[in-house]
Each structure stands twice: as structure tokens, then as C-alpha cells.
């Protein structure tokens, strides 16, 4: 099955997301630089809005951004039967059959 998040790169948490980056990053710069780049804010009919949630939309660092959010669904879903292929907010699920018939999750 394929599949997409949507919105998912309006809808990252800036506060949940620096959390996630910060349990591998620690070199101060860097989160100070990625913290900037995620207040940046939007100019739309003249005005500049900042926003609490979202990554750049278009930017270079959005992908990477999302890839480190969403790594803890990655580890979570291998715990369990199946497969997932994920960058950024596109995904492929791919299932596990028996005999022609799909197998429930944790039956052997």
C-alpha cells in the first residue's frame, strides 16, 4: 500500500520536533541554526506570520526535518509484522502473506 502524510510538513511541532533532534545533536550551533530556521516566518499579503508548527515549505532542510520526527513510527512499526519504506511524508506499507491469505499481525 502507498501512501502519504497530509500536511505533514505544516503540521510538525516545532517544540516536539526539536526534542527529536536534540536526542542525537548536541553541538549547540546546530540547534540554534535549525531553531531559526524553523521560526522563520511566512510572508503572505504583505505580512509576516510566524508560526509554531511546519517546516520551511520548499526548503532544503524540510525532508531531513521530517525524516528525523517521524523515525520514531519507523522504529515503532518494526516491532510488528510487515514492512515500511518511508522518506519524508511518503510511505510504502508492505504485508506479510500466507498460503495466499494475509496474516494477522503476530500470528505465526
Known amino acids: 500500500m502507498e501512501a502519504d502524510i497530509a ?3 505544516s503540521a510538525l511541532p ?12 548536541c553541538d549547540q550551533p546546530v540547534l540554534k541554526l535549525l531553531r531559526q530556521i524553523l521560526r522563520v516566518g ?3 499579503d504583505g ?9 520551511p515549505q520548499g526548503g532544503v532542510i524540510s ?8 523515525h520514531r513510527l519507523d522504529r515503532a512499526w518494526d516491532e510488528h509484522d510487515g514492512g515500511l519504506a ?8 508492505m504485508c506479510f ?6 496474516r494477522k499481525c503476530g500470528e505465526s
Do not use: W
Open 97 to 102: 502473506f500466507c498460503a495466499g491469505r494475509p
Open 63 to 70: 525532508p531531513l526535518m521530517c525524516n528525523v520526527y517521524l
Open 86 to 93: 518511508r522518506y519524508a511524508d511518503d510511505l510504502v506499507v
Open 42 to 44: 511566512v510572508i503572505e
Open 47 to 55: 505580512q509576516v506570520r510566524e508560526s509554531v508548527t511546519g517546516t
Open 14 to 25: 516545532h517544540g516536539k520536533l526539536m526534542h527529536a533532534v536534540e536526542e542525537r545533536v
Open 7 to 9: 500536511e505533514c510538513f
